[in-house]
């Protein structure tokens, strides 16, 4: 484990390898782990899984800023409707 190799940009399957061995709890259904996932297929250039990921994250995120914001309108309206 030696920070210094990091430096380098032509190490970044160098430094996959120490994200994927530092055990780090797994949770398949958060961002984090898709965003690993784009990550290592970049740099095993599947650029094609790449696109996807993209997609998938992007989606989840206009999906979840909707909610919250149907939600936040519905739940505050009375403190943003002009009562005169």
């Not at 690993?36 to 990921?53: D, F, K, M, Q, T």
Request: net charge negative.
């Amino acid at each position: 484990m030696a920070p210094a190799r990091f430096v380098r940009a032509d190490n970044l399957e160098v430094v996959i390898q120490y994200i994927a061995q530092s055990e780090a709890p797994t949770a398949p259904y958060l961002p984090s782990w898709r965003m690993s996932l784009a990550v290592s297929s970049y740099a095993a250039g599947r650029l094609g899984e790449v696109l996807g990921y993209g997609v998938l994250l992007a989606a989840v995120a206009l999906a979840a800023g909707a909610v919250l914001a149907a939600f936040g309108e519905r739940a505050y309206y009375s403190g943003w409707a002009f009562n005169d």
